[in-house]
């Protein structure tokens, strides 16, 4: 059947915005299902429609994207809203550094057969990180956030050391951030494979210039002898991919920057082994602190980008840490 406000809105669009004459081609877009309620679309020609029939609804909406993404937040979820009973979904997702999904599962079994069955956990791990997502589906929402509260103070117990926020809450940087400013202290980087990343997603913090002090990227290994005076002994003995020369560039830029922390990267991020002959994804990474420096050696895999990812995640683990002993 013919939709007279469809019709009158067809024309309406035609005679404001659109230089071709209107045919009888766009006029058919005006029948629809006697059956059917009408979804205005007030970005196109083509209307949504809503049909409920045997307690199914089905509903039809134009493909082009930018009118059935309009439709369905001016139309349809309003409608779903107003004509569906819906259960309450609560989540609370948590971001964990240091350990891998398997372990973390070992040490939280016991919590996670214990939780309530209104209560689901997922394990999302991703580039060095874990998320673990509490989920509460149910009626009433008042219990559900109750018990919530009460799982996550549970396992905070059991994995506060490796917890350091909650998604969409703080980021790790944001979360150094603030430890730094806090104690009033600074930062420098000294990267080589990471190429700067850990720099960029520290500067990318609004006010990183009161404790950030700068960054050197000492990809080529001469940079790290004139610049960072790593000694050339150091790599001659250990290879430039080494505990060593991990330790003397980040007292290295600590020293050039005047800085209270320095992290340094040095590592095969592949394809090529380059100055080293240690394996792809192998890398370390060094913190200096305002008393000590001490590196760490990691294994990354082989796949290039997620070995950089990883290791400016891990980084940023360590550095949380360190600050943390202040």
């Known amino acids: 059947m013919k939709n007279d406000s469809v019709l009158e809105h067809i024309e309406t669009l035609f005679q404001k915005y659109i230089s071709t004459p209107i045919s009888d081609l766009n006029r058919k877009q005006a029948l629809v299902p006697s059956k059917?309620?009408?979804?205005?679309?007030?970005?196109?020609?083509?209307?949504?429609?809503?049909?409920?029939?045997?307690?199914?609804?089905?509903?039809?909406?134009?493909?082009?994207?930018?009118?059935?993404?309009?439709?369905?937040?001016?139309?349809?979820?309003?409608?779903?809203?107003?004509?569906?009973?819906?259960?309450?979904?609560?989540?609370?997702?948590?971001?964990?550094?240091?350990?891998?999904?398997?372990?973390?599962?070992?040490?939280?079994?016991?919590?996670?057969e214990n939780l309530p069955p209104f209560i689901k956990l997922a394990y999302l791990p991703n580039l060095g990180k874990v998320r673990l997502r509490l989920t509460a589906k149910g009626s009433d929402r008042k219990i559900l956030e109750n018990g919530i509260a009460a799982e996550f103070q549970?396992?905070?117990?059991?994995?506060?050391?490796?917890?350091?926020?909650?998604?969409?809450?703080?980021?790790?940087e944001e979360v150094i951030a603030k430890l730094l400013t806090q104690k009033n202290m600074t930062l420098g980087t000294a990267e080589s494979f990471t190429g700067g990343e850990i720099a960029s997603r520290i500067t990318a913090v609004p006010g990183a210039s009161m404790y950030f002090k700068g960054s050197i990227v000492s990809y080529a290994t001469e940079i790290k002898v004139t610049v960072l005076k790593v000694p050339s002994k150091l790599i001659t003995e250990h290879s430039v991919v080494s505990e060593e020369v991990a330790n003397a560039m980040a007292k290295g830029v600590q020293k050039l920057l005047n800085c209270d922390f320095a992290v340094a990267t040095t590592g095969n991020a592949g394809p090529s082994k380059g100055d080293s002959n240690e394996e792809v994804g192998t890398v370390y990474i060094a913190i200096a602190t305002p008393s000590d420096v001490f590196a760490e050696k990691f294994t990354m895999g082989k796949q290039r980008e997620r070995v950089v990812q990883k290791s400016v995640n891990k980084a940023f683990e360590l550095l949380q840490k360190e600050i943390l002993k202040m």
């Open 154 to 172: 549970k396992l905070t117990a059991l994995i506060g050391d490796i917890i350091y926020g909650i998604e969409d809450d703080e980021t790790i």
């Open 36 to 112: 059917s309620e009408v979804l205005h679309n007030a970005h196109g020609t083509a209307p949504g429609m809503w049909i409920h029939e045997d307690d199914t609804t089905f509903i039809s909406l134009p493909g082009v994207p930018f009118e059935m993404k309009n439709l369905m937040n001016s139309e349809v979820l309003p409608k779903l809203i107003g004509f569906y009973e819906r259960p309450h979904i609560i989540h609370k997702t948590i971001v964990t550094y240091g350990l891998g999904e398997s372990a973390i599962a070992e040490r939280i079994e016991t919590w996670e």
